[in-house]
């Protein structure tokens, strides 16, 4: 394709210092839900949530509450100890029975300091404890760390702990925004499904596991890259531009190195194995390898996470034509 340069040379790359993924959270205009039956401390906690931003519903008792649940939707619980009708324990038994609130982040408010009914607590699955009276800074402040751990937690991917797909738009979108020159490096694995249908996928997870390491490890030359997981064995970078291609570098060489070492030893001196195609056909196949597109808007303006995934896509599906692995970097203006 013409003004797309794919090459596979790799120089020695100097050792990086560190690596930040994207931690934009979103806790502002969150949905509290808080739930008192002393109307002056309602009154007083819900204004100091509204004044940080947040949206505030309120209830008056614990069945009040669990109606309110459910019919809102909260993005957190903030539950007093002792209410009538359902005490704060007895409404994070019920909603703790839904899944759908399994992970609905859980304070209890309250002024009994006793350990046994913290521990009961936990063992409710409760996230954390506010005491009567609470300072304004501490409240707002739990509750923001609340929502970014949990945010962070239902974000990322469960094998490899990388941010997941909000995180990847959320940072690709702030790039473009910034007006900064930037790229983003779309790596794939070359031959991964036949390796998981000969191997398992618990050789599998360990494939996946190597690659994301060695991932971050590369764009850790790069202060303040982003490293993502779509999902599967596709895996995302995000950096400065002048970044990438040494990133991609780094990557391959390692990839290369390092593949091997996931076969037995008959399929490693033969160096290929035998595994079933998508048409259920037994068929040769290669080592596993990387391909990667690198998009950038040095050449040309991008204006949409929309657009750069679909160059990256483009991109990497040529760089996947080569043997081994391989790096695509778009050249055209």
Same mark, same amino acid.
């Given at each position: 394709m013409p003004g797309i340069i794919c090459t596979a040379a790799v120089p020695p790359l100097a050792p990086a210092a560190y690596i930040s993924f994207n931690e934009k959270m979103s806790e502002h205009k969150a949905k509290i839900l808080l739930a008192d039956d002393n109307p002056s401390i309602r009154m007083l906690v819900s204004e100091i949530l509204t004044d940080a931003g947040f949206t505030v519903v309120t209830a008056e008792d614990g069945q009040d509450a669990l109606d309110k649940i459910y019919k809102e939707n909260p993005d957190l619980l903030i539950l007093d100890y002792e209410m009538p009708r359902k005490t704060g324990f007895e409404v994070v038994q019920e909603v703790r029975s839904h899944t759908g609130y399994l992970h609905t982040p859980i304070i209890i408010f309250t002024a009994v300091t006793d350990k046994g009914t !913290?521990?009961?607590?936990?063992? #409710?699955?409760?996230?954390? *404890?506010?005491t009567k009276p609470a300072d304004a800074d501490?409240?707002?402040?739990?509750? /923001?760390?609340? #929502? /970014?751990? @949990? /945010?962070? !937690?239902?974000?990322? @991917? &469960?094998?490899?702990?990388? &941010?997941? @797909?909000?995180?990847? +738009?959320?940072?690709?979108? +702030?790039?473009?925004?910034?007006?900064? !020159?930037?790229?983003?490096? *779309?790596c794939d694995l070359n031959n991964f499904k036949a390796f998981n249908d000969k191997y398992g996928f618990g050789a599998g997870d360990k494939v996946l596991l190597s690659t994301a390491k060695l991932i971050v490890e590369a764009a850790q030359q790069a202060p303040a890259s982003f490293v993502g997981h779509v999902g599967g064995d596709d895996f995302i970078v995000v950096c400065a531009q002048d970044k990438a291609e040494p990133i991609a570098q780094q990557i391959v060489a390692a990839m290369t190195r390092m593949a091997p070492s996931f076969y037995n030893d008959t399929d490693r001196a033969q160096g290929f194995m035998i595994s079933v195609n998508r048409k259920g056909e037994q068929e040769k196949f290669n080592f596993l390898s990387i391909g990667i597109g690198i998009v950038h808007n040095t050449l040309r303006e991008l204006t949409s996470f929309?657009?750069?995934?679909?160059i990256g896509s483009e991109l990497k599906c040529l760089a996947k034509k080569h043997e081994g692995s391989y790096y695509a970097i778009d050249r055209r203006s």
């Open positions: !913290k521990l009961e607590g936990l063992g #409710l699955d409760i996230d954390d *404890y506010l501490e409240v707002v402040a739990r509750v /923001k760390l609340l #929502l /970014k751990r @949990n /945010k962070q !937690k239902m974000d990322c @991917n &469960p094998l490899t702990r990388l &941010p997941g @797909n909000p995180s990847i +738009q959320a940072r690709i979108e +702030q790039e473009i925004a910034s007006g900064r !020159k930037f790229a983003v490096l *779309y929309a657009q750069v995934s679909s």
